[in-house]
């Protein structure tokens, strides 16, 4: 239990440092009046190489950085308390991989927000917990496609002033991370349960190659009913049936 408030703990405090750098970030370029936009990514411009590890802390406006803020905090604590180890390595993956798609292969133009990271974070979430196949990362994988499921559409071009190729960039880096380090993190231990337990209580003593699938040998087996042994009659092995008691004497026709 202590063990789990720790997680819990450290994945609120990291989700809420990671969204309160962007924060900071906007809320000093538009206090103080900086130009934002050379710190975005420009495909293919030697100078804006810069942009693919400072374009997440670029949005373009507050309904753009507000729309980035729940989904961000959320997926990234998913993250941090389901996969701590794999976090430390999927989450720079996600970052530089999703920016440096988007300088090499986007259209030209100004490429900022962090809704590529965001992208790779689901991707990431969703396909590590099919991957695994325990009970934590299903139901994460479950909770994130039926709260963010529709991330995957957004990876097509769909509107001329966001940048599909971010998301697309990011989905991208996300499957690429899953698929590098879903082994990181040790699966929980698998529970027992009641009749489970029994069950090994009750081979206890045995000769141990009753594994639960395999029936009991014979002799283990209890006799449920003893009735008359076989005997030769004529030649063949036939049990004598006794005879029906009439209650009335025969009548000839």
């Known amino acids: 239990m202590r063990n789990d408030r ?7 405090l990291g989700a809420l440092a990671l969204v309160a750098g962007i924060w900071i970030v906007w809320l000093a370029a538009f206090a103080l009046g900086w130009d934002m936009d050379a710190l975005g990514i420009r495909p293919r411009d030697p100078h804006a190489l810069v942009g693919i590890l ?11 950085l507000m729309s980035n803020t729940l989904p ?48 790779g974070l689901m991707f990431f979430l969703f396909l590590t917990g099919l ?28 509107e001329e002033n ?15 991370a899953a698929i590098a380090f879903y082994r990181l993190d040790p699966l929980a231990p698998r529970k027992r349960y009641s009749w489970e337990i029994e069950d090994d209580s009750a081979d206890e003593g045995g000769d141990g190659l009753n594994d639960g699938l395999e029936p009991d040998r014979p002799r283990n087996v209890p006799v449920l009913w003893n009735g008359p042994r076989a005997k030769p009659v004529g030649g063949d092995n036939v049990i004598e049936f006794a005879q029906p008691r009439s209650t009335r004497n025969p009548t000839v026709h």
């Open 131 to 158: 991957f695994r196949r325990d009970r934590l990362g299903v139901a994460i994988a479950l909770a994130v496609f039926f709260l963010y499921g529709g991330m995957t559409l957004t990876v097509l071009p769909r």
């Open 6 to 12: 720790e997680r819990v703990r450290y994945a609120v």
């Open 72 to 119: 961000l905090g959320l997926l990234s604590a998913f993250l941090l308390y389901a996969y701590p180890r794999a976090a430390r390595y999927a989450l720079p993956l996600i970052w530089i991989v999703s920016g440096l798609g988007v300088w090499l292969f986007a259209r030209p133009s100004l490429h900022v927000g962090i809704s590529g990271i965001v992208h």
């Open 162 to 176: 966001v940048s599909f190729e971010y998301h697309l960039a990011g989905a991208i880096a996300g499957v690429i």
């Open 54 to 64: 400072t374009a997440p802390f670029v949005h373009a406006s507050f309904e753009h």
